[in-house]
Nanobody, 127 residues
Framework: QLQVVESGGGLVQPGGSLRLSCAAS????????IGWFRRVPGKAREGIAC????????FYVDSMKGRFTISRDSAGNTVYLQIDSLKPEDAAVYYC????????????????????WGQGTQVIVSS
């Protein structure tokens, strides 16, 4: 079964940083566009960023620019989400997802644009 696996969540103090990781099970990520999403309790899943392998381009939702950084390792098999200056409102379950395509596309921030999802990793921001 093809799926992605997130890791790196946990408890962090406000103002701290985390780096979340996304790896694949059953396939490699290097030919797929990968997105990061999050779900805050009581709200719909929202897009954060997408990295497009074919065009070597990264995209961000405007509200996520600045504190969130998406990147791939040199082998392309792990995708990261760096979160800096964490705020209590960043507490959520963070998901990575893979598209069957290698590009993000114009509607990448819609979860329906992605085909393979992980179970999520929880981030708690509290002092």
């Amino acid at each position: 079964q093809l799926q992605v696996v997130e890791s790196g969540g946990g408890l962090v103090q406000p103002g701290g940083s985390l780096r979340l990781s996304c790896a694949a099970s059953g396939f490699t990520l290097d030919s797929h566009a990968i997105g990061w999403f999050r779900r805050v309790p009581g709200k719909a899943r929202e897009g954060i960023a997408c990295t497009s392998e074919s065009r070597k381009t990264d995209f961000y939702v405007d509200s996520m620019k600045g504190r969130f950084t998406i990147s791939r390792d040199s082998a392309g098999n792990t995708v990261y989400l760096q979160i800096d200056s964490l705020k209590p409102e960043d507490a959520a379950v963070y998901y990575c997802a893979a598209r069957q395509f290698s590009w993000c596309g114009t509607g990448w921030y819609d979860p329906s644009a992605f085909d393979f999802w992980g179970q999520g990793t929880q981030v708690i921001v509290s002092s």
